[in-house]
């Protein structure tokens, strides 16, 4: 699996492409950043980061885009630029019909580092040595990039086994509980009328003083 993860931010969106798959050695194919003036007005800003992200996907024909889940911070300002440069890369992927997974900084902490409260040093570090580079990548935003990337096929079989167990245990419900008005449905309910009935008759005959 290719994957093409992307470190969202308005000034610098860190963006890295990485194959391989679970339990086996991973490749490195690039990163890097696509950087915007702080000067440019947001709009021109956000089609700036919409011309470099497509240019990675056609460069690199990734299997499917890992973003980092924009969490809510103290700063809105820097959460609002953050979160719009995400939705430019999903807005990509979606458009080639490529599937977007979105993970928390402290998902891709814990799967690259094993806690998820590690320093960006710690991630660049392992990203480094999972990766089998001679240097941590420069900038720290395309070392989160990557280590997106590798978390994304890290988790993705794990992921895909729980749809399909959830696929099936939805429709396995589904055949168990005859729908309404369905013929299985009547006949069980017009049952339980008659038995209904039928004590309520046998009540009202019964002998007073009878236990029953």
């Known amino acids: 699996m290719r994957v093409l993860g992307v470190d969202p931010g308005l000034t610098r969106c860190g963006i890295g492409v990485v194959e391989g798959v679970a339990g086996r050695p991973l490749t ?24 470099g992200v497509e240019e990675w996907l056609d460069a690199h024909s990734p299997e499917a885009v890992a973003v980092e889940r924009v969490f ?16 430019v890369a999903m807005l990509c992927a979606a458009r080639r019909g490529l599937p977007v997974a979105l993970h928390t900084p402290s998902e ?29 990548p420069k900038p720290a935003d395309a070392a989160d990039a990557l280590a997106l990337a590798i978390c994304h096929i890290w988790r993705a079989p794990v992921q895909q086994r729980l749809n399909r167990l959830q696929q099936a245990h939805a429709q396995h419900a589904a055949g168990r509980a005859p729908a309404s008005g369905a013929p299985g449905g009547t006949r069980q309910a017009a049952a339980r009328s008659t038995a209904a009935a ?10 007073k003083g009878t236990s029953r």
């Open 72 to 87: 809510s911070q103290h700063n809105v300002r820097t959460v609002m630029g953050t979160a719009q440069a995400s939705a």
């Open 198 to 207: 039928a004590a309520a008759d046998a009540s009202t005959r019964a002998p």
């Open 28 to 51: 490195m194919h690039a990163a890097g950043v696509v950087r915007t003036g702080a000067d440019l007005e947001i709009p021109e800003r956000l089609v700036l980061i919409e011309r």
């Open 108 to 136: 891709v902490k814990a799967a690259v580092t094993g806690s998820g409260s590690a320093e960006k040093a710690q991630v660049g570090a392992m990203v480094t040595r999972l990766l089998r580079l001679d240097a941590p």
